[in-house]
DNA sequence: CAGCACATGTAATACGTTACATGATTAC
DNA sequence: GTAATCATGTAACGTATTACATGTGCTG
């Protein structure tokens, strides 16, 4: 399958890019759907290359410095929508440590399996708020404009988001109420 | 960190079990957080005997079958708690194939979009279905009970697909506006 | 007696993280 | 001039999937 492949690929797509800046869209906007570190990213940039699915550009920073700035080929072009339309059955296990550990947790202390599910709850309001602020970035988005992909893909963090500080708080009440 | 280990830990803790019912486990009741491929399994119980937090009993099957029932030490119940008790960070990437697919989709024709996203509606409804159909078998659950984690954990799962299929709804309307 | 479920393992490969390794450029 | 960022790569290790390999027990 090699999701990470069509990433980069997309990527590349939208725009010419070298490796350190994939690296850090990879850390930073598409994040929170998908992630890649550094050490993958080059060796599969050397394999999308070697398939002819991109190519790259030598361009001197400063001095001397060289970086490769990569471009998609027609090939890598026709890959990547042959790729987007490509169906797959839903995911069924969606890791989440958390999760794993109040299964387990039943039968702690009630404090503790509490103050549990607070510190959870604190960090998900964290993330949630980082959501919509930069969610104002993005008000006035339509399909057309480049940004829709971040827009619509904010919009569902956000909604993850919610829908998982509402659980805690139905756990909370349900431990409450025993 | 090793998840996998004190997610094997944990059930061991509830119960005493094979590695073949293990294996069911993570396919099945706990497969919406987490899984386990047997080739995980089987290894990663022969480290946690040689830790010495479970053990193992050979009961006969039939005539001949030998089965080997683990259950967990003393060293291994503590070292469960202290796992249990450990707090982290919130994990920031929750890979999503098919997020990942529409983020880069969105120049294609309306049409296919739209239809992509009908068909993961669909998906996910029905997995919604399977789980809440599962909910009624936990109806007058509360916290002393056995199942309070299966209830909870299936809470958690529909409340994140509930979000999921609003999250697709608006992103249609989003398209449509257009 | 056939087919499915029970039962336990290993091998090869793929995917992902942490750490190692090096050097240039820019902004203060 | 020094610290942060830009820039590219590799090595070692950890985690996960697919496939291989073998045999027993139970139900119809």
């Known amino acids: 399958m090699n999701a990470l492949k069509y990433a980069i690929l997309g990527l590349i797509n939208r725009n010419r890019i070298t490796g350190y800046d994939l690296t850090k869209i990879f850390n930073d906007s598409v994040?929170?759907?998908?992630?890649?570190?550094q050490s993958q990213i080059y060796p599969e940039l050397k394999k999308l290359v070697d398939a002819k699915?991109?190519?790259?550009?030598?361009?001197?920073?400063?001095e001397v410095l060289e970086k490769k700035v990569y471009s998609i080929t027609d090939k890598?072009?026709?890959?990547?929508?042959?790729w987007l339309m490509q169906d797959e059955p839903l995911d069924n296990?969606?890791?989440d440590i958390f999760k794993l550990r109040v299964y387990f947790a039943e039968n702690l202390p009630q404090a503790q399996l509490l103050a549990k599910f607070e510190?959870?709850?604190?960090?998900?309001?964290?993330?949630?708020e980082r959501y919509t602020s930069k969610l104002e970035e993005y008000q006035h988005c339509n399909i057309t404009s480049e940004d829709f992909g971040d827009f619509i893909l904010l919009k569902g963090a956000i909604s993850r988001e919610k829908a998982y500080i509402e659980w805690i708080k139905d756990?909370?009440?349900y431990i409450n109420t025993k």
């Open 53 to 62: 699915l991109v190519e790259y550009e030598i361009v001197i920073q400063g």
């Open 76 to 82: 890598g072009k026709e890959e990547l929508n042959n």
């Open 31 to 37: 994040a929170d759907f998908w992630s890649a570190k």
């Open 171 to 173: 756990c909370v009440k």
């Open 93 to 95: 296990t969606i890791k």
């Open 119 to 128: 510190k959870q709850r604190i960090k998900c309001i964290n993330k949630l």
